[in-house]
Each structure stands twice: as structure tokens, then as C-alpha cells.
């Protein structure tokens, strides 16, 4: 997944012309942890985030939890006279800003995926093997050699098919 730092940074507030170094650094770490994050601690988050504050009961994963209290992304909150709540720190709620930005990149980049291996799909291709064995997909366009069999790409891009003509060993 590839997404633009600067924009990451942007999305949790953070400015690369106006923060200082030492809160560039912290976001950075947040960044660094976040991205390490099991599925279990972002199921958490998300939790907390949406429904927050959460009953012990009610957690996803109460070891996650436990996990995120200790790096201080959740806290534990007494609720209307009641223990046994927990709730996003402020570290908590940019970790969940982050872990949004990252989502919607990855879904991003699997739309276009998607659109493209179906443009891919909607001109019928079919699988041809060269004569070295390398398998690929021949397209109702694919390019012919001078004998008028398909060119495989991958024998094209590694240039070990030889042009007709261009070696003769029957030279003297």
C-alpha cells in the first residue's frame, strides 16, 4: 500500500510547516505503531470509536485491549458511578483517524484494481504458452511474429526472442 506522507499527516492534524520537530517524530511513532497493529487491536479502536465507551463485557478482544491501555491508545473510564469502562485516548482517536486514512487507500487502490482486471476480463482472453513455457493471456489484438505465432511478453521483455533474420547460422 502506498499512500503520500504528507497527506497521512495532514489527516491527523499534524503540519509539516507548523509542528514542531519533536511532534512531527511523535506522529511518526503513532504511524509506525498503528500500521503494527493486529487485527484485534484495530477491531478495538473502530469499536471504541463507534461505540465507545465500551463495558468490559462488550470488547472485541479484552488482550488487545489490555495492549492498547498499555501504549495509552485506551483508558480505563468510569461511567455514571460504574468501573469497568474503557474509552480512545486522544492517542487512541489518531490512531483511528490513521487507521481510516489507511483503509479508504487500500479500498482506493482495489477499485481501480478491480476496474482494471475487468476491462482485462471483457475482451476474452485466452492462455497461450511459448515455446519456452512461459504461459500468458493472448488478447483478440495480441502482436504476431513473422510466422504469425503470438509473441510472448515475457520472452519480449527479457529480448530472448530473436528477431527473424537477425542471426543467421547458415553464414559462412
Do not use: W
Request: contains cysteine.
Amino acid at each position: 500500500m502506498s499512500y503520500k506522507l504528507k497527506d497521512l499527516l495532514d489527516h491527523i492534524n499534524v503540519s509539516l510547516k507548523l509542528s514542531t520537530d519533536i511532534e512531527v517524530r511523535a506522529a511518526l511513532k503513532i504511524i509506525e505503531e498503528v500500521q503494527d497493529f493486529t487485527s484485534d487491536e484495530r477491531d478495538v479502536i473502530r469499536a471504541a470509536y463507534k461505540n465507545g465507551p465500551l463495558y468490559d463485557g462488550d470488547l472485541p478482544s479484552k488482550k488487545a485491549n489490555s495492549t492498547l491501555c498499555n501504549l495509552r491508545y485506551m483508558s480505563k473510564v468510569i461511567v455514571k458511578s460504574e468501573e469497568g469502562y474503557n474509552a480512545l485516548t486522544y492517542k487512541g482517536f489518531t490512531a483511528y483517524k490513521i487507521l481510516t486514512y489507511l483503509e479508504n487507500i487500500e479500498k482506493s487502490q482495489k477499485i481501480e484494481l478491480d476496474s482494471h482486471s475487468q476491462a482485462v476480463l471483457d475482451l476474452n482472453p485466452t492462455i497461450d504458452k511459448c515455446d519456452i513455457g512461459h504461459t500468458f493471456l493472448k488478447l483478440p489484438d495480441h502482436p504476431k511474429n513473422s510466422m504469425g505465432q503470438y509473441k510472448c511478453p515475457i520472452c519480449c521483455m527479457q529480448s530472448t526472442e530473436i528477431p527473424n533474420g537477425a542471426l543467421n547460422l547458415n553464414q559462412g
